[in-house]
């Protein structure tokens, strides 16, 4: 037995196939089936029912496969110790972010930290908070930038900074008069949402009291998958959606002039770096944090003190 064995079965055990898993470790079909073959005679079982397609692992399957992992994953941590404690600031980094943060935090810091961290593989995919919480237990990425709480104990939050909701409106709305509006001001008939998955989503139904309200249906049904998206629908059939404040840095003057702000205190998100509990990369982890902590405005930063109200 050896790691490249256990992480063959973790590819199939991924991919459910083994072509597929044999493309993802970079080797023939025929080396990976032999690999795999060679264990399952070492341990006298079989790891996976080849007669079910896709492939799935047999019982005693699954446990060598979530022992491989575990395996694997110790492993690994030894190259990360010997990393962690070396000047030059290296290695993998894999990094998920919500798609209601990415268009415009990752343009704020991702070029500065590039340069400033060139021995740095970063790879960053656009997940959902559901998918990021996932891919973190599977150890599929190091940390994740999103909302919190999460409320999950096998994680560990560290808060980055608070964004303000505000409001994007059409000229059409009664309330357009005013400089600073309430929640209840919002007709909650008229106001476009993003799809389900979003946590904006529910952070969005919380501040407006949804759960407790009725609802009518738009004679268009539509559910948003940006917030882009959103800002559209707006100005092209009129009604309220809310925002973060980071959406607005790449609005025009004319969009600016659909911009609300809420009174105080003023709901906010809390945004945060989210790892597993058993995370080692702390230089990383460190590096990344000062680089997005750089470019966040100074009254964003969670080091403030000011009258707000945190939306969960």
């Excluded at 399952?40 to 496969?65: A, H, M, N, W």
Aim: a neutral charge; glycine letters at 2%; aromatic letters at 8%.
């Amino acid at each position: 037995m050896n790691f490249q064995q256990l992480e063959y079965i973790i590819a199939i055990d991924k991919y459910r196939h083994f072509v597929k898993a044999a493309e993802a470790c970079f080797v023939t079909q025929a080396t990976l089936s032999m690999m795999i073959k060679k264990l399952e005679e070492e341990l006298d079982v079989k790891i996976f029912d080849r007669s079910k397609q896709p492939v799935v692992p047999t019982e005693i399957g699954k446990k060598i496969i979530l022992q491989a992992k575990i395996t694997v994953q110790e492993a690994k941590k030894i190259k990360e110790l010997v990393s962690e404690e070396q000047d030059k600031i290296s290695g993998e980094f894999r990094i998920g972010i919500i798609p209601t943060l990415a268009p415009y935090l990752l343009p704020l810091f991702l070029p500065s930290y590039l340069k400033n961290y060139p021995f740095v593989k970063v790879q960053i995919s656009e997940l959902t908070t559901e998918e990021i919480i996932k891919r973190l237990e599977r150890n599929e990425i190091d940390v994740g930038i999103l909302a919190t709480p999460l409320e999950n104990n096998m994680l560990v939050e560290k808060p980055l900074f608070y964004e303000q909701f505000v409001i994007y409106a059409s000229k059409e709305e009664k309330f357009m008069n005013k400089k600073y509006l309430l929640a209840e001001d919002i007709d909650i008939n008229r106001l476009w949402l993003l799809e389900e998955g979003h946590c904006l989503r529910s952070q969005v139904i919380n501040l407006c009291e949804l759960k407790s309200k009725e609802k009518e249906v738009h004679q268009l049904d539509f559910a948003a998958a940006s917030i882009e998206t959103l800002r559209k629908i707006v100005e092209i059939n009129n009604g309220i959606t809310i925002i973060p404040s980071l959406a607005l840095a790449d609005m025009t003057e004319k969009q600016m002039q659909n911009i609300r702000h809420f009174k105080n205190p003023a709901p906010v998100r809390e945004i945060s770096l989210v790892t597993y509990r058993h995370f080692i990369k702390e230089k990383l982890l460190l590096s990344l944090e000062n680089e997005i902590l750089k470019v966040i405005p100074s009254e964003m930063k969670n080091s403030i003190k000011k009258e707000i109200l945190k939306i969960n």
